[in-house]
């Protein structure tokens, strides 16, 4: 009896100092945050409270809604990119090739990399490099086309986590099955759709959230590459709310903005994770 409760007391003595740190740095400044989205705070001096005005210009804001519809657009493509190419990558991967364990190590480096470092490459790399190679302006300078050099490089980033979980997933498909399929006569993309898709579709769900959270909330890549230019075209939420609550003097405001975004991105989840399972069970 006294050595189960001096292993209750040790947990207990393991679990507390975690939690008052996540209390501390995670629930106590969202808890602030929400607290300032109902003030004209400017992160300075003294504020007061406005009710629900910042969450009614929100909606009347076009800045806002222009970063928004920014951020589900480039959200959207840097998913469906960073997964296929993954899905593709993991499938030679998980095959019988030479230097298979050499190829996993060399296309996870870009993960290891910092997204910052990252961005200021591909920054000099768009600038400098391409146009000097095809005699053309660098796509950071359109409006039309910057968000294209931000999915690439978020994907191009991205791509080393979702394929390791890719190839977990496809190591645990048996290999009876494989040739089940061989003796019906499965090859090819048929193989893989019938096959090894449905087998491999709670690793996809995986994917497809985190993939589709952390795209949402891209700042470090924006912040190297066009710092929401030009003309503010690549202006993700996350970047308007450090610009313009950090340094505009818009803290309550932003901070609005800050709790309306983390309602969306819980709600964007949900939605996945429920379209996911339902087609997990269909399958």
Not at 142 to 147: G, K, L, N
């Amino acid at each position: 009896m006294k050595h189960a409760n001096d292993r209750k007391r040790t947990f207990l003595l393991m679990t507390i100092p975690v939690v008052a740190l996540f209390f501390a740095f995670n629930t106590l400044p969202l808890i602030k945050g929400v607290m300032y989205s109902f003030t004209n705070f400017r992160g300075y001096g003294t504020y007061d409270w406005v009710g629900l005005r910042n969450y009614i210009d929100l909606f009347q804001d076009g800045r806002v809604g222009k970063s928004y519809l920014f951020t589900l657009k480039m959200a959207v493509a840097a998913t469906i990119v960073t997964n296929v190419i993954s899905l593709i990558l993991a499938l030679g991967l998980n095959s019988k090739i030479k230097f298979k364990s050499t190829l996993r190590g060399m296309y996870f480096i870009p993960n290891i990399l910092g997204a910052l470092v990252v961005g200021y490459i591909f920054n000099y790399f768009f600038t400098y490099i391409i146009p000097a190679l095809f005699n053309t302006t660098s796509i950071l300078a359109s409006s039309t086309w910057a968000w294209v050099g931000i999915v690439a490089v978020c994907a191009w980033q991205a791509i080393a986590m979702n394929t390791i979980i890719y190839i977990s997933g496809l190591s645990t498909v048996p290999e009876d099955v494989y040739e089940a399929g061989s003796i019906d006569g499965a090859t090819g993309w048929e193989r893989f759709k019938s096959l090894t898709f449905p087998l491999i579709i709670p690793f996809f769900s995986i994917n497809m959230v985190l993939s589709g959270k952390n795209f949402l909330m891209v700042f470090d890549q924006i912040m190297a590459l066009t710092k929401g230019g030009p003309a503010q075209s690549t202006e993700s939420i996350s970047f308007l709310i450090y610009n313009n609550g950090m340094a505009g003097g818009q803290f309550g405001f932003q901070s609005a903005n800050a709790v309306l975004f983390f309602v969306i991105i819980v709600a964007f989840s949900v939605a996945q994770l429920q379209f996911t399972s339902s087609k997990e069970e269909q399958l």
